[in-house]
């Protein structure tokens, strides 16, 4: 696999692939672009709560963990695969922000939710609508997905998610 550069990013956004929904200045980086945070997030401090940050943030506490979502929305053609990535300057920090659920299958389509955790044991992060939160990586399957994400028969739980979206094990079961 060969994960797509600048150049090609560029071009297939210009096509109308890839992000859209997305707020200028989109920034895309030698081979990756970078998403934006949302302003819903679901904060689990005292059961589930739909919370709006305001512009004065979200005081994440140490060893807290919520669920966001990307302002931008993702397209995956069949022919790619994508990963979101944290950003090093959120990490250094000690916050994750997709603890274990980083990898978009061909065919998705919608905003991506991020899994948020503060890892640090002293120090809370403010988390503002728009920090450039994390970023997606775009890489070539070896021929194209028969089945993409979304095709009938396979259980696609998040094809065309709007917004931050909780776990379809909790609204199933």
Same mark, same amino acid.
């Given at each position: ?58 005081? +994440?506490? %140490? @060893?807290?963990? *919520?669920?966001?979502?990307?302002? &931008?929305?993702?397209?995956? $053609? =069949? ?47 403010? +988390?503002? %609508? @728009?920090?450039? *939160?994390?970023?997606?990586?775009? &890489?070539?399957?070896?021929? $194209? =997905? ?28």
């Amino acid at each position: 696999m060969a994960t797509l550069s600048d150049f090609t990013l560029r071009r297939r956004i210009d096509w109308g692939e890839l992000i859209s929904d997305w707020r200028k200045p989109l920034s895309i980086q030698p081979a990756s672009v970078e998403v934006r945070l949302d302003e819903n997030i679901i904060v689990y401090r005292h059961g589930d709560e739909n919370v709006t940050i305001d512009e004065n943030g979200y005081e +994440l506490l %140490p @060893g807290e963990f *919520i669920l966001a979502s990307t302002q &931008e929305k993702v397209s995956v $053609p =069949a022919d790619l695969v994508a990963r979101v990535e944290g950003k090093s300057s959120w990490a250094r920090r000690g916050i994750l922000v997709h603890v274990s659920a980083g990898y978009i299958d061909p065919g998705f389509q919608g905003n991506v939710t991020l899994e948020i955790a503060n890892l640090h044991s002293a120090k809370s992060a403010l +988390l503002h %609508p @728009g920090d450039r *939160i994390a970023q997606i990586a775009f &890489e070539d399957l070896d021929r $194209p =997905a028969s089945m993409p994400y979304g095709t009938n028969g396979l259980d696609s739980h998040y094809q065309g998610q709007i917004g931050v979206t909780p776990s379809a094990m909790e609204v199933e079961g």
